[in-house]
């Protein structure tokens, strides 16, 4: 099989990862503007829940490289 017929599966992985990344950075938009004393904390959890977001559609986006 060529690298083609796995990237609607790639596709997958990199676009959820996407959404996740989307929707965190909303909630913590919509924590800081509840708490604006805040800011700090929130950006630092949300920087790091943003890195554990990524990290599937990093694999997914180099499963195409990998797999042949």
């Known amino acids: 099989m060529t690298n083609l017929t796995f990237l609607p599966l ?3 992985g990199v676009i959820g ?17 509840r708490n604006p004393s805040a800011s700090g904390d929130i950006n630092a959890k949300m920087l790091t829940a943003i890195a554990l977001c990524e990290v599937p559609g990093l694999l997914a986006f180099a ?3 990998i797999i042949k």
């Open 10 to 12: 790639a596709l997958i």
């Open 63 to 65: 499963a195409l490289f």
């Open 17 to 33: 990862s996407g959404i996740g990344i989307g929707l965190i950075g909303m909630g913590a938009l919509q924590a800081i503007g």
